[in-house]
Every structure is written in structure tokens, then in C-alpha cells.
């Protein structure tokens, strides 16, 4: 496994221009992005239009074509890879939704944590709009979701990443599932029904 400070010299180099660097960058990176994937893709109905290879594909491209990132370290990429997954994930379901104009959307299942209830499908555009009007509310507690819930990082590597103490992320987390499971169970007229 490389160490995270072989992909951090990586990152740095692409960010100079090193194409070279990009290319040994991919495989350090590869397995870590698609357990991110797989997490992103937990719980989306078996019909999902996109694999978790696809999503790591679109997810590389649009990171590829972003300017002017300063990447810090391994954690800070795969922090940034997660909000990616997520922005594309969102744009498929708000497309399928133009589409179908309210047919079936990708949805995600949310753990016990955050959705009352257990087992319940919360969809992804939901979702979005409710991290979106978290982050307007307190931007690092959004952070902190996407990049547990998205991302899988730690607590550890997430205070990495936001320049916090773990401590806090912990707290961010507690408070930010506590307010998502409120605003997820708020209106729910169909969207997010029991299973159970």
C-alpha cells in the first residue's frame, strides 16, 4: 500500500504540471477511490445506471479538469474525490428526474443514524438540498457529513482534512445527523417511507 506521503509528493507534482505524476498518481489512488464509489453507491436500487468503476471514471475526469487545486495530502484528494462522486451522483439523479419528470431517481440509503427509522431510502437529491442547506447553516458540519458519510474518512482523517481536532468532528457529526434526521423526516409524504 503506498504511503500517504508517496501520493502527496504525487499530488504536489501533478499540481505543477507533471502529467508523469498523474500517471503514477492512479494506481496509489485507484483501490481508495472505488471503496469511495461503493460507498457513494450503497443502497442504490439494483437498476443503478452507473457502477462504481463509472463513477470513479466521470469522478477522475472532473478532477483532472479542475484548476488550481492546491491538494494537501492523500486525505484532502480523497475528501475532494468524495464531494466529486457526490456532484455527480446528484447530477444523474436530477437528470433522470428532468427526464422522467419525477419517475425514478438514484437513491442512497442513509444509515440507521441519520434517517429515523432504520431502513429507509432517502433520495439523493433530498439529500443534497438538505447538506446544501446545512452547509449555508455551518459549512464545516457539512463537511464533516460528506466526508464520513460520502467519503468514508475517519474522524481522524477528517480533522486532517478540515484542520480540526477530532473532538470537534466528532461533535459536528453528532449535531449534523441529529439535523439531517430532522430535516430528511420533515414533509415526508412518500419520499422516505418505512420498509419496515
Known amino acids: 500500500m503506498p504511503s500517504s506521503h508517496d501520493v502527496t509528493i504525487l499530488l504536489r507534482a501533478w499540481r505543477a504540471g507533471d502529467d508523469a505524476a498523474l500517471g503514477a498518481l492512479i494506481p496509489m489512488v485507484e483501490c481508495d477511490l472505488h471503496r469511495i464509489a461503493r460507498r457513494c453507491l450503497r443502497g442504490e436500487r439494483a437498476t ?107 474522524a481522524e482523517e477528517t480533522a486532517a482534512v478540515l484542520d480540526v481536532s477530532a473532538k470537534t468532528v466528532l461533535r459536528d457529526w453528532e449535531f449534523a445527523r441529529a439535523w439531517l434526521r430532522r430535516e430528511m423526516s420533515r414533509g415526508d409524504s412518500g419520499a422516505c417511507r418505512s420498509t419496515a
Open 48 to 154: 443503478r445506471s452507473v457502477s462504481a468503476t463509472d463513477l470513479v471514471h466521470e469522478a477522475f475526469l472532473r478532477l483532472v479538469g479542475l484548476e488550481a487545486i492546491d491538494w494537501r495530502d492523500r486525505a484532502h484528494f480523497l475528501a475532494m474525490s468524495a464531494r466529486v462522486m457526490r456532484r455527480v451522483l446528484v447530477d444523474l439523479a436530477r437528470a433522470r428526474q428532468a427526464e422522467k419528470r419525477g419517475g425514478e431517481i438514484v437513491r442512497v440509503t442513509l444509515d440507521e443514524a441519520l434517517v429515523p427509522g432504520g431502513a429507509r431510502d432517502a433520495d439523493l437529491v433530498r439529500l443534497d438540498e438538505a447538506l446544501q442547506s446545512l452547509a449555508a447553516i455551518d459549512a464545516r458540519k457539512g463537511r464533516v457529513v460528506e466526508l464520513r458519510f460520502f467519503g468514508g474518512l475517519t
